[in-house]
């Protein structure tokens, strides 16, 4: 089906320093991608470098061919990339139903999509009228996808959803994200590599901001040696 989303030689910088130094890669339309890398090696940067979080001083980004870097963050979102933060990003005092409206980009928004958030996150449909705060973890997190699904975006970034979540929500949320993925592109960024295995299709690992590998998500959870290299999670093999 082609690119969605093309970053090319991308350089980004924090203050007084270079975090990413000419990432490129590109997003398939149609299938998940997941961004891999060690703790700082420069994926949640990348994913605001995307939206305009951060301050891109060379490279370019494309969705769909139009161009993103230089754009102002509200400008990116109406193009239709939904972002979910991996600190979640919900308002706590407000309800449910409340943060679900909140990220409509169009009066009616929730109600055409509804159906399809309720039915992915059934916990939200119960709960719709209560505050955000008081959801669990893993509702939070659900919360937080959800808000991303109320515009009928073309690609979500989606950053560390799994992160402090029990082993049987993470179980539950790679079964929600799988079924998502076949509604929308998603670039994912994940620590947890069974859950990354089982969702990608194509891994772009990054490493001290520079991309050292991009293939098929299948080679690298097959290749114990790769996953050691790149990613310092790779089992031994046994003798």
Not at 179 to 207: K, P, S, Y
Request: one cysteine or more; glycine letters at 10%.
């Amino acid at each position: 089906m082609g690119s969605l989303l093309d970053v090319r030689d991308l350089h980004a910088w924090i203050g007084r320093f270079h975090i990413l130094q000419g990432v490129s890669f590109t997003v398939p339309a149609g299938e998940t991608t997941v961004l891999l890398g060690r703790n700082g090696a420069g994926k949640t940067t990348t994913l605001r470098a995307i939206m305009g979080l951060v301050g891109v001083r060379q490279g370019s980004v494309r969705l769909a061919g139009q161009e993103l870097a230089g754009r102002r963050p509200y400008e990116i979102a109406q193009l239709g990339i939904g972002y979910v933060p991996e600190d979640r990003g919900i308002f706590r005092f407000l309800t449910v139903e409340e943060n679900l409206r909140v990220a409509e980009r169009s009066r009616g928004a929730l109600k055409a999509r509804q159906d399809l958030i309720y039915g992915l996150f059934p916990d939200l449909a119960r709960f719709r009228q209560r505050k955000a705060g008081h959801l669990s973890g893993g509702q939070q997190q659900m919360l937080a996808i959800a808000r991303a699904l109320v515009d009928d975006n073309r690609l979500l970034l989606i950053d560390e959803p799994t992160k402090g979540l029990a082993p049987i929500v993470v179980q539950h949320l790679t079964e929600t994200l799988a079924e998502i993925a076949r509604h929308v592109t998603v670039l994912l960024v994940e620590q947890n590599f069974a859950m990354a295995a089982r969702l990608g299709r194509t891994c772009v690992v990054i490493d001290a901001g520079r991309v050292v590998h991009i293939g098929p998500m299948d080679e690298l959870a097959a290749s114990p040696e790769l996953q050691q290299r790149w990613l310092g999670v790779g089992q031994q093999k046994a003798s």
